[in-house]
């Protein structure tokens, strides 16, 4: 059974950084697209990042351009979300997220593993 378990959460000072984790397990995800969503309070479930396991082509939501970078070890199964200049508005809990897309897509709907989520809050 699919696995996905994201870690690297906490609370940082507006400015800083963090690093999220989301380790695979459970079965192959060759030829899928592993992505990053977050989640505020009170609003819906929005994309951020995602990239595609083969060969590591990237996607980014307008609002984290220039400041978060995906990445993958495959030998670890890992996809990594680091996240730079944080800001109050990127409080949220953040979920890792699989499907079988072969292009890193943002549309929500087409990922079928979802992990629990870990959540991060950025202070002013």
């Known amino acids: 059974q699919a696995q996905l378990v994201e870690s690297g959460g906490g609370l940082v000072q507006d400015g800083g950084s963090l690093r999220l984790s989301c380790v695979a ?14 989640q505020a309070d009170g609003k819906e479930r929005e994309f951020v990042s995602a990239i595609t396991w083969n060969n590591g082509n990237m996607n980014y939501a307008d609002s984290v351009k220039g400041r978060f970078t995906i990445s993958r070890d495959s030998a670890k199964n890992t996809v990594f ?17 699989a499907t079988a897309a072969s292009i890193p897509t943002s549309r929500r709907e087409l990922y079928r593993f979802w992990g629990q989520g870990t959540q991060v809050t950025v202070s002013s």
């Open 25 to 38: 397990s459970g079965r192959a995800f060759i030829g899928h697209t592993l992505g990053w969503f977050r």
């Open 81 to 97: 979300l680091q996240m730079n200049s944080l800001s109050p508005q990127d409080t949220g809990v953040y979920y890792c997220a």
